[in-house]
């Protein structure tokens, strides 16, 4: 994908007259100092399971009901312990030469090829990450700074006892960057899912007029619309969208819909879109875009209920299962991966239009309060070697 387009620079030279994003731009393999979801608990079984994050590869592992997350590499020649034996509680042992970790806090606990007294056990650590693990998802922290509270970076509703979440983590191709714009991006949807199944019967607008809004200020922006234009008259292009008897405008129920997600299409750091009240008033959906690296992420999708009725959440379920995973997540989120792709190869100038300021925005806000450092595009990082003594404990509740 990046053969022609290494550093994935396409969005310099552009106009003077724009704003500069340096932070923005600089965060090719994400932001440092968040909390990211990686996977759903259930897919953490008794096998170690690699992922990598932000250009960082990582191995998860669960012990004795707690997870762990570890650099997944060895130190002593670099095996990744994706590949570990389990050969005594609590600690994982690389398969090449037998060092043993303690999964908690990383250190080199054995060594078991060089005797029960090998010098070198407790003068080496593998890096380890903070897990927690909350509403069926195993979270990871990225940083270089102590964790901050997981509620900090995740929606307080998302994580509600009477929140009953269901969704799909995928591999996607493209940029996080280009993929959190693509949520964002006012006018695409109002085009590139007129095809949409799942839209068959609702007439999109032709075009509105949007404000971008900071709620819960250093949070969210949101998108407000002053004005909805279902159809117009366009010049040489005449009449658009033409109205037809089985396509119905998005009703009041719609709009009028109240869940603990409030209304309307929202994005927070470090990557997290809210579309309140969609595809229907009681369901509200999510997504995180999670870097990988350069040119891939995570894409986490999730359709939330809340209630503590079990045949509400039944029906959630199976309306999951049955229809909206394939409608939804996959064919009509489907267009966006597209679009994401394609940006992400393009390596042009940009030429921005008026609906573009639900972009702009979110550069905006990445720019100005990002908590954590960018991480550059680069091969995959290996995080520097930590002092012994400095030792990192896991979280989990
Ligand atoms: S590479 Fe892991 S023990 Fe040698
Ligand atoms: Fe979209």
Redesign the pocket.
Known sequence: LTQDNPLLTRRTPRSPSLEAWPKYDAAVQGLRNYWYPAMFSTQLGRRLKPVQLLGTRIVFVREAGRVFALHDR?P????PLRFARRECPGTIT?V????TFDVSNGRLVAALTDGPDSPIVGKVRVPTYPVAERKGILWVWIGDDQPVPLEEDVPEEFLRDDANIVGWFRLRTGNWRYAAENGFDEAHAKYLHRTAWMLTFRHLPAWTTTNIVPIEPGQWITKKQSAVVLEDDYPVVGKWPRRRWWKRPNTSRYYKARTPAGTGTSLRLPGCLRVASFPSGNVSHYEWYVPVDERSHLYAQFLVRWTTSPLEKLVHHSKYDLYRKWLFHKQFNGQDAAMVEWVTRDDGPERLFRPDKSVTAWRRMVEKSVRGEPVPGSATTTPEAPEIGDIDVASND
């Open positions: 060895c002593h020649r670099g095996i690389c090449y030469h037998g060092w």
